[in-house]
């Protein structure tokens, strides 16, 4: 039996309060999830600790079975962290900062030359390919970023508001990128504000709200456990308010 893409099991982060707490989820292979929740529910920590940029306080991350504490260089070499802020080389062309990505995970230097090209191609980067990075937009610049994650061909790809700052033809051509790697069996996990967004493209969608996952399933199913043919929005504010009103209860007892 193939292992999931994330399984994640009582993961738990601590900063001057709690940020995640006793967080579980399983992703399967080929699934496009979405992670929703308000600002400061934990859903970057949460990616963050995915990655590998953050040791939790608590529990086990584990990608398609490489366990990110015993084995993180196995499960980043099959992972993609791409930020809401995209982080590149200004001093270098978008065609150049491919090539030093493939590098650090060992392309051979043909195949990532190749690679480079044809998703510069894809993202219509092409024209800007030998242009400095440093006088991009940060639609460009998050294209960039998004070119970087896909240059070693990942098994799960990690995005964090990906759609941020792109004027509509752009977010229309990253969602389409995402949508054919998902085809291609690759898995995606993103977080978005724009319902819109995890309504119409995830399979799955999951509400994360202080630090814990209060709802999970396909929009379907959040729609029978609400009680009625409703949005992605009216439910989303729904679980949201009701899950602070359970918190405030347990802490009310406690």
Not at 167 to 176: F, Q
Request: glycine content about 10%.
């Amino acid at each position: 039996m193939n292992p999931p893409a994330l399984a994640i099991s009582g993961l738990a982060k601590h900063f001057d309060k709690p940020a995640v707490r006793d967080l579980s989820l399983t992703i399967r292979p080929g699934e496009f999830y979405a992670l929703l929740g308000p600002n400061g529910a934990g859903k970057t920590t949460t990616l963050k600790m995915v990655a590998g940029l953050l040791v939790p306080d608590a529990g086990r991350i584990s990608v398609f079975g490489h366990d990110m504490l015993n084995d993180p260089v196995g499960a980043k070499r099959v992972t993609a962290w791409v930020p809401d802020e995209p982080m590149i080389y200004d001093r270098l062309t978008p065609l150049e900062y491919l090539e030093f990505v493939a590098g650090l995970w060992n392309v051979p230097g043909g195949k990532a030359e190749q690679g480079a090209r044809e998703i510069l191609d894809v993202l219509q980067l092409a024209p800007h390919a030998h242009e400095r990075c440093e006088g991009f937009s940060k639609g460009m610049r998050q294209k960039v970023a998004l070119a970087g994650a896909l240059i070693h061909e990942p098994r799960l790809i990690i995005l964090d508001e990906p759609l941020t700052g792109l004027d509509a033809g752009s977010a229309r051509l990253v969602k389409d990128v995402l949508l054919r790697r998902v085809e291609e069996g690759c898995t995606v996990i993103l977080t978005t504000h724009i319902l819109e967004v995890a309504e119409r493209m995830a399979q799955r969608i999951g509400v994360i709200a202080r630090g814990q996952l209060v709802c999970e399933g396909t929009l379907d199913e959040l729609r029978e456990a609400s009680g009625g043919h409703e949005s992605l929005e009216d439910i989303f504010l729904k679980v949201v308010a009701d899950s602070g009103k359970d918190t405030d209860a347990q802490e009310h007892a406690a």
